[in-house]
């Protein structure tokens, strides 16, 4: 089901502040930068390693306001890591699928994620403890 | 500096039924078990992804004991995300680079990870809250 781990979500209070700490400590580089209001955040994507099933990258996530989920996140853990994505090849065929097994979904139906990618949540709950996001690239550009 | 993401370590209470789930949940397979007395956990990792520069896993870890690290994560945080590990090409070297940078290491030196690999822990406090493993593969066989 999984094609490759698409990102790790990293919760932070000041997102510039931590893009230039990623930058300058690990090389790393930014290849996005987009405000998601539905999720409440603004955020950054820094490329990690390009595979035959797609891209990894670490997400950094600033919330929008204290009253968002990232928000409460960051007020009852502090910053570290939000959530784990994985790449699926069709992201409502393996929401049918995860459900049918009984995992639960956040989402109803698939919504948009970063760069244009479909994305559903799963519940940390059904998933070891671990905020599991599903992702589905956007097709390419022609 | 970092070749891929390596895996992502979560912490549970029991590995056989966390490896059950997540073999049939996710159609993941278990391409290592292995008891580590050094950091006092039994752990697994499970196959997600190949790529030009090597594969991503996810890494289950039991506590061999309640006054282990992991024992002691579970018991204040639950199961869930316990680190995050990312390849790089020469693990010494890389914790040189880091240290010189004044990240804090919590290795003083390369130490035995996973399938024959040499690793060394960074503070999170330095990371983003985000306990980050360095992961350096072990030479192929000949």
Chains 1, 2 share one sequence.
Do not use: W
């Not at 405000?35 to 409440?40: A, D, L, S």
């Not at 097994?101 to 998933?127: C, N, Q, T, W, Y």
């Amino acid at each position: 089901m999984f094609l490759r781990i698409d990102h790790v979500g990293i919760a932070c209070h000041d997102l510039e502040a931590k893009i230039a700490f990623f930058e300058s400590t690990f090389g790393m580089t930014v290849v996005s930068r987009e405000v998601n209001e539905e999720q409440g955040v603004r955020e950054a994507m820094l490329h990690v390693a390009d595979g035959p099933n797609g891209s990894s990258y670490i997400q950094l996530l600033e919330p929008l306001s204290p009253d968002s989920p990232v928000g409460k996140f960051l007020a009852k853990r502090g910053e570290g890591v939000h959530h784990v994505a994985f790449g699926v090849p069709d992201v409502a065929e393996a929401m049918g699928e995860l459900g049918g097994k009984g995992i639960r979904l956040l989402d109803e139906r698939p919504r948009h994620g970063s760069m244009g990618s479909s994305i559903a949540f799963l519940h940390p709950k059904d998933v070891g403890g671990m905020l599991t996001e599903l992702v589905q690239a956007p097709p390419p550009r022609t």
